[in-house]
């Protein structure tokens, strides 16, 4: 099975008992095998074979065909935030820089290291995650992620308001007044007579090449060895003429003839 097919299958599975609220030990025992080992299964430690596949479906009452067709979906589908997940944001923006520090594989330690967060703080922040369904707390305060990194928001989500303008604000600043040797950023404009159906065309095509890059740039073991630096797209288009009116045309006068 594919390396990324198997990933998301052991997401599902554990999506699934935790749904039917089947534990870890349960399943040991209905595959007669240890509770570490169903661990190790279920967190791609090891290979999970096909036959152990089989008997777990049948178990969840989960059909193996349309378990691995949702699991095919999910690889080529951006994740996003549930509302609830984007309500606890816009309630909390520290929330999501909790939740951003942890995308970026650093320890609870080191985030309340970099913060000054104390014992109290960093409990009620962990187990707001964890309520929102965003993280697993295991021993010793680590956090297992339960959506990928790379999750977004959907259209007309309220925490990426303030969020986005404040990306937006900054971008501008870096792109405005780009001297013709800076290759690291652009800054390109555009005013095209079309109809509505080509300007969704083009949406839609901006919009996949967006995300099929973020897909591209998390596929961690494939880009193992590159060199890479974060950059930022704000890709902007609306119905209308938002430019200044051009210059007016004066009379001649003798004396600039």
Not at 1 to 10: I, K, P, T, Y
Not at 13 to 22: A, P
Not at 29 to 52: C, F, G, T, Y
Request: glycine content about 2%; overall charge neutral; hydrophobic content about 40%.
């Amino acid at each position: 099975m594919d390396d990324r097919l198997s990933q998301e299958v052991c997401a599902l599975l554990k999506k699934e008992l935790r749904k039917r609220k089947i534990s870890y030990q349960h399943l040991a025992d209905a595959l007669e095998i240890s509770e570490v080992s169903v661990k190790r299964l279920l967190n791609h430690a090891q290979p999970l074979s096909m036959q152990r596949l089989i008997r777990i479906s049948r178990l969840l009452n989960f059909p193996l065909s349309k378990l691995l067709e949702e699991a095919e979906k999910n690889i080529y589908t951006i994740p996003v935030f549930t509302p609830a997940q984007d309500q606890a944001f816009y309630e909390c923006p520290a929330l999501f820089t909790f939740w951003s520090e942890l995308t970026e594989h650093r320890t609870v330690s080191e985030i309340a290291e970099r913060y000054g967060l104390n014992e109290p703080s960093i409990h009620l922040y962990l187990r707001k995650l964890e309520s929102i369904q965003l993280i697993e707390i295991k021993a010793n305060r680590t956090c297992q992620l339960l959506v990928p990194s790379h999750t977004s928001f959907e259209k007309g989500a309220r925490f990426p308001i303030y969020f986005t303008r404040t990306v937006l604000n900054r971008l501008q600043a870096r792109v405005i007044d780009l001297p013709a040797e800076d290759n690291q950023a652009f800054l390109m404009t555009l005013k095209a007579e079309l109809t509505h159906d080509e300007f969704l065309e083009v949406m839609h095509k901006l919009d996949d090449w967006m995300f099929n890059k973020l897909r591209e740039s998390q596929d961690v073991r494939a880009r193992e060895g590159l060199k890479v630096a974060p950059y930022t797209f704000g890709f902007m288009a609306a119905k209308g003429a938002f430019h200044d009116k051009l210059p007016d045309i004066p009379n001649l006068t003798d004396a600039v003839q």
